[in-house]
């Protein structure tokens, strides 16, 4: 090349490959350390659980039995405390998308008033929240006693002795009694979520369809509710979820009886990994587990990625 | 400087007399005929039930064998039951663990967790003349020894004596007398029968009972081996005696659903004349409580069978087949120096309670219930293992279901055989070698 000449660009419209933008880099270099852990106590822990439902295993023996997809069929059908567990996860869920947010809603629509003394009682009603299902279920079986519990107790004493019921021992009526037990810790937290949604609610709005003539009702359906719509949302996921999840009441409770009456499938899913040495069952239920969450968990994670 | 001077004679003094209520300075000196130690300083990883009595025993074994470090860690039942199951699929079992015996040790046998206590081992420290028989015949798994058992628990009727006494009720001898001592007892607004059926274990101790009487040791065995149908006129019996039991209200209202460690107090306050229990209740239960152990009389429940059997079963320390060898040998150690005579005898291996399964040992005699048992344990009965450690883990839940089922009337006796066997009949064909 002769002086003055200017070296050719490297190849027509490349770009100069001595400084590279490493900077897409960064976000994951501050996720990694989370994310490490969460792969090692969350994914991986799931990924084995996938891995050992298509095997036979008691959990001890050093070796396992390659079954392919027999644990699936085994519970699908042959099994029929599984089918029992589904239902009542059903039942729950349904119970508790009704209940303890129909509770929570309700208190915090009271509450919202902003009543003299209204803070205690928020703190009143918020309290079952904060116990542990385990304290949850030992209180309320002492609650449910057939002899000196409080209700039949009550009852005994308000001359209805004809409703006294040994709650937790009739299969027909156990899960039900739990239910209750459930819902009245589980009825805080919906009503503090929906006491939050009820402070951005503009009050002139209510205000001037008051004057307008609409009454308290009318005002609820039309104005309240509909503008709770991301609050309900979020509060229906949460509680979806978590029902699917349910396990310490009914452990803490019933033990997943009278004669299994009262599984979920949290609870089988324990029973036949430790108590019946059946691992390949058991984890074949978690993997039925999780793809039920899925149902709930990919719609609740998309809206609350949109906002 | 004066005032410490004239105080002196005082401190002096009260340092005295303190030390004359101090315990006595425990005999430090190891037992002999047992091997000497291994060398140097060693830990053994010990898993054990929190409510064992294990403390006194292990510092007494700290100052007979300074060089060796017993570390206990304390679980509930299940958490044991967990930790164990969770520990071996990782690799990380103690070195010594309390485990029941049957199919709640099989898994931890069979998948080579457990160090075998072969016959030698078993001379070399002893535990061949130290252990009952009873208790060593309880513990073989396919004819071999892979724990040292520590004690054997019949599980079996206890009454109340003062409440028998005051309706007149002789001690129960036949299964006639016990039916009547139920309805006599029932007539005058006692509970029979007290049990806390939420777990299902404690039902089953009475449903065991009724198969023994119904189906006869013989049969009640090849039960357990698979070797008899379920779907049997033996067995439909014993479901139908214990669903009349349930209808004549011989058990406590809602007993399904009622914690087992709710059952007990029913006796204390007289609300319930007889229970189904272990010799565990003397120690746990009635002595913690400051109650006479003489008022809760065992008796061995009257099947009307022969052999005279009782159910029960031995508890044992199991070993770890992959710890160093020098742990081995301190594992091995802990559990033979406890399985002396003389060490049994002191105050610190009182906590441990009783039955011990130790050949010729017999409790101090302010234990009724454990001297009673023991009896019966070196000689005048035979045992039998209770359901949940007799059948295989998979095949305790459908028993579980078929007893509790006929307890609440959704399936009637036949129907609960037939479901039984039916269980027996799946399990044997997905276990086809």
């Known amino acids: 090349m002769n002086a003055g000449e200017k070296a050719p660009l490297v190849g027509a419209g490349q770009a100069s490959p001595a400084r590279q933008d490493w900077s897409w880099l960064l976000p994951w270099a501050f996720l990694a350390p989370a994310l490490l852990i969460y792969v090692v106590v969350v994914v991986y822990p799931m990924a084995y659980s996938g891995y050992l439902s298509f095997f036979k295993w008691d959990g001890v023996a050093p070796t396992k039995q390659f079954v392919g997809l027999q644990n699936y069929f085994t519970l699908l059908f042959n099994d029929k405390v599984f089918w029992t567990a589904l239902l009542n996860n059903a039942i729950w869920l349904v119970a508790a998308l009704l209940i303890p947010t129909s509770i929570g809603l309700g208190l915090a629509l009271l509450l919202n008033k902003g009543f003299r003394g209204s803070s205690i009682y928020r703190s009143v009603f ?182 | 400087m004066n005032i410490i001077k004239s105080l002196l004679p005082l401190i002096l003094g009260a340092t005295v007399f303190g030390s004359s209520f101090s315990t006595p300075r425990a005999n430090a000196q190891p037992p002999e005929g047992l091997p000497k130690p291994p060398e140097g300083k060693v830990t053994v990883k010990f898993w054990a039930i929190a409510t064992q009595g294990w403390k006194d025993v292990i510092a007494e074994f700290a100052k007979a064998y300074p060089n060796i470090d017993i570390k206990w860690t304390k679980y509930s039942t299940d958490e044991l039951k967990q930790a164990l199951r969770v520990s071996s699929a990782s690799g990380k079992m103690p070195d010594m663990w309390f485990n029941w015996g049957g199919s709640l040790a099989a898994p931890y046998i069979d998948g080579g967790h457990a160090l075998e206590i072969t016959p030698e081992l078993a001379a070399k420290y002893g535990l061949d003349k130290s252990i009952s028989p009873v208790a060593l015949d309880l513990a073989r798994h396919n004819g071999k020894l892979y724990g040292v058992p520590i004690w054997v628990k019949p599980m079996t009727i206890f009454y109340k004596k003062s409440l028998f006494d005051k309706y007149g009720i002789p001690e129960p001898k036949t299964f006639a007398d016990l039916e009547k001592a139920m309805e006599t007892l029932k007539s005058k607004g006692v509970t029979p029968i007290a049990v806390g059926g939420k777990f299902s274990w404690m039902t089953m101790r009475t449903t065991d009972f009724l198969i023994e009487h119904f189906a006869g040791p013989e049969m009640h065995d090849k039960l357990f081996a698979l070797e008899a149908s379920y779907n049997s006129p033996e067995v439909v019996q014993a479901f139908a005696k214990l669903k009349e039991w349930v209808d004549k209200g011989y058990f ?66 199991q070993i770890s087949s992959k710890s160093p060898p020098e742990v081995q040998q301190a594992a091995l150690l802990f559990a033979a120096y406890i399985s002396q005579p003389e060490v049994a005898k002191t105050a610190a291996s009182k906590a441990l309670g009783t039955p011990r399964a130790i050949l010729g040992f017999l409790p101090a005699e302010d234990r009724p219930i454990g001297t009673t048992m023991t009896k019966w344990i070196q000689g005048e009965a035979q045992l039998y293992l ?31 055989a037939a479901q039984m066997q039916k269980a027996v009949d799946d399990y044997k064909a997905a276990n086809k070698k």
């Not at chain 2, 913690?288 to 065992?298: E, G, I, Q, R, T």
């Open chain 2, 386 to 416: 209770p359901t949940d450690q007799a059948l295989p883990q998979e095949l305790v839940n459908a028993f579980f279901q078929a007893q509790d089922s006929i307890v609440l009337g959704t399936l009637t006796p036949e129907a609960a």
């Open chain 2, 252 to 317: 406590n209202d809602g007993f399904i659903s009622i914690d087992p460690n709710q059952a007990l107090p029913l006796l204390y306050q007289n609300k319930a004349g007889m229970i189904f229990q272990g010799p565990w209740i003397e120690e746990e239960n009635i002595v913690k409580s400051k109650l006479d152990p003489n008022d809760y009389v065992a008796i061995i429940a009257p099947a009307d069978q022969t052999p005279v059997r009782v159910c029960g079963f031995q508890e044992q320390l």
């Open chain 1, 126 to 307: 918020y309290f079952p929240a904060i116990l542990s299902l385990a304290v949850v279920g030992l209180i309320w079986n002492w609650i449910y006693l057939p002899d000196i519990g409080l209700i039949n107790q009550l009852l005994g004493g308000l001359g209805l002795q004809s409703l006294q019921h040994n709650w937790l021992s009739d299969p027909n009526l156990a899960l039900y009694a739990v239910m209750v037990a459930a819902a009245w810790n589980a009825a805080g937290l919906p009503m503090l979520l929906f006491l939050a949604g009820l402070q951005t609610i503009n009050p002139e709005i209510l205000e001037a369809a008051q004057v307008d003539g609409a009454g308290p009702v009318r005002r609820f359906l039309s104005i309240t509710f509909p503008l709770l719509r991301e609050t309900t949302l979020i509060v229906l996921a949460i509680t979806a979820i978590n029902s699917l999840k349910v396990y310490d009441i009914i452990y803490a409770m019933t033990y997943g009886g009278p004669a299994n009456s009262t599984q979920v499938l949290s609870t089988w899913m324990y029973f036949l990994t430790y108590n019946y040495n059946s691992v390949g069952q058991g984890t074949a239920i978690a993997v039925i587990l999780f793809l039920l969450t899925l149902i709930f968990a990919i719609p609740y994670i998309r809206m609350m990625g949109r906002e």
